[in-house]
Nanobody
Framework: QVQLVESGGGLVQPGGSLRLSCAAS????????IGWFRQAPGKEREGVSC????????YYADSVKGRFTISRDNAKNTVYLQMNSLKPEDTAVYYC??????????????????????WGHGTQVTVSS
């Protein structure tokens, strides 16, 4: 079973930045697609971004495009989410998740459906002044 641990969340002012990390064990990232999701109180889970471990192809939700950047370090089995220009509406618990490699043309659909088999326990991001 894939094991995932998120870290890097915290309290930040609007306009600030955070970098989240997702450390994976029992996997080789080359064979997986890794996604970041978030869920705020009273709202449905939202797919934020995902990245193919094999070639680094990425997909971003419109809500974060231009502000967030997903990346990976396969040697460290770690995926990152750099979050800039944070807004109060970014406040949520952020989760990383993995699934076997998704074709580039299917990444949007996979993120929308949340079709990922393994999930971390989340890290809280709070954007507030």
């Amino acid at each position: 079973q894939v094991q995932l641990v998120e870290s890097g969340g915290g309290l930040v002012q609007p306009g600030g930045s955070l970098r989240l990390s997702c450390a994976a064990s029992r996997v080789t990232l080359d064979y997986y697609t890794i996604g970041w999701f978030r869920q705020a109180p009273g709202k449905e889970r939202e797919g934020v971004s995902c990245i193919r471990g094999s070639d680094g192809v990425t997909y971003y939700a419109d809500s974060v495009k231009g502000r967030f950047t997903i990346s990976r370090d396969n040697a460290k089995n770690t995926v990152y989410l750099q979050m800039n220009s944070l807004k109060p509406e970014d406040t949520a618990v952020y989760y990383c998740a993995t699934t076997l490699a998704v074709p580039p043309g299917e990444m949007e659909r996979a993120l929308l459906l949340g079709a990922f088999g393994s999930w971390g326990h989340g890290t809280q991001v709070t954007v507030s002044s």
